[in-house]
């Protein structure tokens, strides 16, 4: 109680001061969730807002499954203990799911009322740009305030330098592609590795780069094959047998698979595998960095919604907060800076 008062006085806006996604109204029990493709992190964002919100006097909930565990009143209420031990796991405690029943407006209404019979009145929504969608249309209909967190591997969210649980998973892709390279070189054989991003190329550019593919694939650009064809050639001529392609499951050709068809007709006698790495890149204990950047938002999520900051994303820009509104947060992509291309081309040359 001597929290609240604290706070109320600390945090105390003037009305005509307030932007549009400001409001004076005040929260005293929130509800947590992690929803859509799962990332690692998820568990230490969990943490920071359980262990913020009760430092501030907040009831806190859990809900399982995401807007799932909402309809279906899988909802329980968090403790300090219940987060203890999970900064370090992959996953997340909470679990995530997809929710069909989400996005009827009976789906919804029945999400409404388990939250208002236990009095939740603010939601962190941990997850990607389609549960920050569902959680737009949420608090637009039932003027519950929302926080949205950018919990996804693919970091394709603008607004944010980060997302939680893209650098674990560059770093697992990492790991991986360099495990290949040496075998690859052991039988100077071309090796085409599949990475996750069916609509962001951010994992096959970083974990390229950092381990020095010869060519990336991403969706965000027109595929050359020719021009690929004709520097693979070109190193087969000089006799540089050892070929590293990274390739984005959702570049325009397709996978590792089908352009490794693609190669495997043009030059025969090129020894070709692939190696698409899947759900290991979702996997594993989080880094450090993810750690981090997990627990900071975690911890300013809660400070939004007790400063009647409402319906934004936090994100983290600059090393400084950020606060963007959810529907920009929805509306805009991030976009990959064109120093990126020319540095893949000059490095791997
Ligand atoms: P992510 O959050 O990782 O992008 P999804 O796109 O699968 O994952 O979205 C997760 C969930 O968010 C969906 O299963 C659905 O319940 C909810 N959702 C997404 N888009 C909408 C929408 N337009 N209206 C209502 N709910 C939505």
Not at 106 to 124: M, T
């Amino acid at each position: 109680m001597i929290h609240i008062l604290l706070y109320l006085n600390t945090y105390c806006i003037k009305k005509e001061e307030l932007p549009k996604e400001m409001s004076e109204k005040k929260v005293t029990k929130i509800g947590v969730l992690t929803s859509g493709g799962d990332s690692p992190g998820m568990n230490a964002a969990v943490r920071a807002v359980v262990r913020t919100g009760i430092y501030h006097g907040l009831e806190v909930y859990g809900i399982m499954r995401g807007y799932s565990g909402m309809i279906e009143d899988d909802i329980f209420r968090m403790d300090s203990r219940s987060v203890a031990n999970i900064i370090q796991r992959g996953g997340t405690i909470l679990k995530t799911a997809r929710s069909k029943e989400f996005f009827e407006p009976e789906g919804r209404a029945k999400a409404y009322q388990n939250l208002s019979k236990r009095g939740i009145d603010g939601l962190v929504i941990i997850g990607g740009d389609g549960s920050f969608r569902g959680a737009q249309k949420f608090s637009n209909e039932f003027d519950i305030p929302c926080i949205g967190l950018p919990g996804t591997i693919d970091k394709d969210i603008a607004g944010s330098d980060f997302t939680i649980g893209f650098d674990t998973a560059v770093n697992t892709a990492v790991e991986a592609i360099d495990k290949i390279r040496d075998t690859a070189d052991a039988h100077d054989r071309l090796f085409i590795v599949e990475v996750m991003g069916r609509d962001a190329g951010y994992i096959a550019l970083h974990s390229g780069i950092a381990t020095g593919a010869e060519n990336i694939l991403i969706p965000e650009t027109k595929t050359d094959i020719e021009e690929l064809i004709a520097s693979l050639t070109e190193k087969e001529k000089r006799r540089k047998l050892v070929n590293l392609i990274v390739v984005a499951e959702g570049d325009e050709f397709g996978g590792g698979n089908e352009i490794a068809a693609i190669i495997k007709k043009r030059l025969p006698n090129a020894d070709t595998r692939v190696c698409i790495l899947g759900h290991i890149q979702r996997g594993g204990s989080p880094t450090c960095l993810d750690r981090l950047i997990a627990s900071r938002m975690g911890y300013h999520a809660v400070e939004c919604l007790l400063t009647g900051r409402y319906n934004v994303m936090v994100g983290i820009l600059n090393n400084k907060m950020n606060y963007i509104p959810l529907n920009n947060a929805i509306k805009a992509k991030q976009k990959i800076s064109e120093d990126w291309f020319k540095i893949v081309k000059i490095l791997a040359s």
